[in-house]
């Protein structure tokens, strides 16, 4: 997954017009689509991280704003924090008037667009995360009288296909390499209390029939994504003795590697 994007401001404004042909980008994100989608459809939580790896092999990233009524967040601190991590860019779209009850976070994105569009000149590609319909109008404005070329981010099987119909092109999250992430999650969940609880040694069996007994999951599926974890570096594993002095196979999880990645993301 590559090394843990920061902040867009002051440590990677260097990033910024880098000379390597990809067209230099803005982006919204409506972060209330992509986390209440991914949560009632998929059952997890958004993956920033993997975004913006995949968002960095298709543009050099000018600016990215994050939009949302993190009201509706259970946990408002968490997820904001998460999103610092990457960007200092956050519009709270609350309203506290009592006497408005309309959700303005589609207005709101819609009117930074069009200003970005009116204003920054130099940017060719605006990114759009989201699947609602009413940002088909603002894309077609950006293709058609702005001559942008204009993105889309959705969650998979919540994106209007007026909005993927007016784009570019259109990517849909979770992406291919993020529909093992639950697994990971189950396996160094797994790794680490087996390690809390005294056992230092646990082993690759060991771990996928604790894994796929605890979580009922295929032992199949288990074992695949133990190998892929082995083979990316995430998990390592190491020749030691029991004390029995019996030869084994260790799995010794990177956790720095993995925290760095933010490849677990219920830690």
Avoid at 51 to 59: P, Q
Avoid at 126 to 144: C, E, K, V, Y
Avoid at 195 to 206: D, I, L, Y
Avoid at 229 to 242: P, V
Wanted: charged residues 30%; contains cysteine.
């Amino acid at each position: 997954m590559g090394k843990r994007f920061f902040g867009l401001l002051g440590r990677k404004r260097r990033q910024i017009g880098q000379n390597n042909g990809l067209p230099k980008a803005i982006a919204f994100v409506d972060y209330e689509h992509w986390f209440i989608s991914m949560e009632k459809l998929h059952h997890m939580k958004p993956n920033i991280q993997a975004w913006f790896n995949d968002l960095k092999k298709k543009c050099n990233i000018v600016e990215v704003i994050f939009f949302g009524d993190f009201s509706k967040f259970r946990e408002k601190e968490t997820e904001t924090k998460r999103i610092r991590t990457f960007t200092n860019k956050i519009i709270d779209t609350y309203n506290p008037d009592m006497h408005y009850k309309k959700d303005y976070t589609d207005f709101i994105i819609l009117d930074n667009i069009y200003q970005k569009a009116l204003s920054y000149h130099e940017a060719e590609l605006f990114i759009i995360f989201s699947g609602d319909g009413h940002f088909s109008s603002a894309a077609a404005f950006l293709r058609n009288f702005c001559n942008k070329k204009v993105g889309v981010y959705g969650v998979k099987n919540c994106i209007s296909r007026n909005l993927k119909n007016s784009a570019d092109w259109t990517v849909e999250v979770p992406l291919e390499n993020e529909e093992n992430l639950p697994v990971y999650d189950m396996i160094f969940t797994s790794l680490k209390t087996t390690m809390e609880r005294g056992n230092k040694q646990p082993t690759f069996m060991k771990t996928v029939e604790c894994v796929s007994g605890k979580y009922d999951i295929s032992a199949t599926k288990v074992k695949s994504c133990v190998a892929d974890l082995i083979s990316q570096g995430y998990i390592i594993q190491t020749r030691e003795t029991t004390k029995q002095r019996e030869p084994i196979r260790v799995l010794r999880p990177d956790w720095k590697k993995i925290s760095e990645d933010g490849i677990w993301m219920n830690a």
